[in-house]
């Protein structure tokens, strides 16, 4: 059974799942699909066609399924997606996309801090740690395990892949490569989330098998195609695939 304060409004239309808690001042639209066990703190707005999963928390005037701010958009029926378990903060603004071939989504098991905006055709992986006012602008990629610092802008069409840490108050231009670590305006890359990964259960032997591909992009004195020619000529580990396979499918380039 659901609780809904007597201030909230929920819009003809709107699909509820079981043992939602909707807090004061909450407007649910027409087009939302809310999951189980969803809890909205208060002045909360679920908006668009927005489809929720299960045990997520929203904190006060998050603003979920707005309107892309995209000049190009003329109110066609476009999508946002967002799965389970996650949590987000206080003034946390998530655009629907701008087209419906690439609905913006939010995976599982992420946290979203307090005033960070996630654009029109982002997609966001699994667990992900996303700081205090961090803006996407469109079309986005973050894969899973990602951390981002406060105050950092990522430029459109950007990837960060998996297990990178994006330190605060960065300015994000190009793609960050998985396993790395960095910060700057510009963003520079400054070696491995060595730490990172050995909290996510990274053997030794893994993490020395990720630093000696990241040598070979960065400290060998190779350009980028030089480095994926060589790395062409390597037995690959799992991770070290991931790592060349990121590098070669990068449309705006690498950080470096």
Same mark, same amino acid.
């Given at each position: 059974?659901?609780?809904?304060?007597?201030?909230?409004?929920?819009?003809?239309?709107?699909?509820?799942?079981? *043992?939602?808690?909707?807090?004061?001042?909450?407007?649910?639209?027409?087009?939302?699909?809310?999951?189980?066990? *969803?809890?909205?703190?208060?002045?909360? &707005?679920?908006?668009?066609?927005?489809? &929720?999963?299960?045990?997520?928390?929203?904190?006060?005037?998050?603003?979920?399924?707005?309107?892309?701010?995209?000049?190009?958009?003329?109110?066609?029926?476009?999508?946002?997606?967002?799965?389970?378990?996650?949590?987000?903060?206080?003034?946390?603004?998530?655009?629907?996309?701008?087209?419906?071939?690439?609905?913006?989504?939010?995976?599982?098991?992420?946290?979203?801090?307090?005033?960070?905006?996630?654009?029109?055709?982002?997609?966001?992986?699994?667990?992900?740690?996303?700081?205090?006012?961090?803006?996407?602008?469109?079309?986005?990629?973050?894969?899973?395990?990602?951390?981002?610092?406060?105050?950092?802008?990522?430029?459109?069409?950007?990837?960060?892949?998996?297990?990178?840490?994006?330190?605060?108050?960065?300015?994000?231009?190009?793609?960050?490569?998985?396993?790395?670590?960095?910060?700057?305006?510009?963003?520079?890359?400054?070696?491995?989330?060595?730490?990172?990964?050995?909290?996510?259960?990274?053997?030794?032997?893994? &993490?020395?098998?990720?630093?000696?591909?990241?040598?070979?992009?960065? *400290?060998?004195?190779?350009?980028?195609?030089?480095?994926?020619?060589?790395?062409?000529?390597?037995?690959?580990?799992?991770?070290?695939?991931?790592?060349?396979?990121?590098?070669?499918?990068?449309?705006?380039?690498?950080?470096?």
């Amino acid at each position: 059974m659901n609780y809904i304060d007597p201030t909230a409004r929920i819009t003809d239309g709107a699909k509820l799942g079981d *043992n939602n808690h909707i807090g004061p001042f909450c407007l649910i639209g027409k087009d939302v699909v809310l999951g189980n066990n *969803n809890v909205l703190i208060s002045n909360v &707005i679920l908006d668009g066609d927005t489809t &929720i999963g299960d045990n997520n928390k929203f904190y006060h005037s998050a603003v979920i399924g707005s309107n892309p701010q995209d000049l190009k958009y003329k109110g066609e029926p476009t999508k946002l997606i967002i799965g389970s378990n996650n949590t987000f903060r206080e003034f946390c603004t998530i655009n629907k996309s701008a087209t419906m071939d690439e609905p913006t989504q939010i995976g599982d098991n992420c946290l979203l801090m307090a005033y960070s905006h996630v654009a029109h055709n982002c997609i966001l992986g699994n667990n992900l740690i996303i700081a205090n006012s961090v803006q996407f602008a469109g079309h986005i990629h973050v894969h899973d395990f990602v951390t981002i610092g406060g105050m950092t802008a990522l430029h459109q069409f950007v990837k960060i892949g998996k297990y990178a840490f994006v330190g605060g108050k960065s300015g994000v231009k190009k793609d960050v490569p998985p396993f790395t670590r960095g910060e700057g305006f510009p963003y520079k890359v400054m070696g491995l989330n060595s730490v990172g990964l050995q909290r996510k259960g990274f053997s030794q032997e893994s &993490i020395v098998d990720i630093k000696s591909i990241y040598k070979l992009f960065y *400290n060998s004195g190779k350009n980028v195609s030089q480095a994926l020619e060589e790395s062409k000529k390597l037995e690959l580990t799992p991770e070290q695939k991931l790592f060349v396979e990121f590098i070669d499918n990068s449309e705006r380039g690498l950080n470096k």
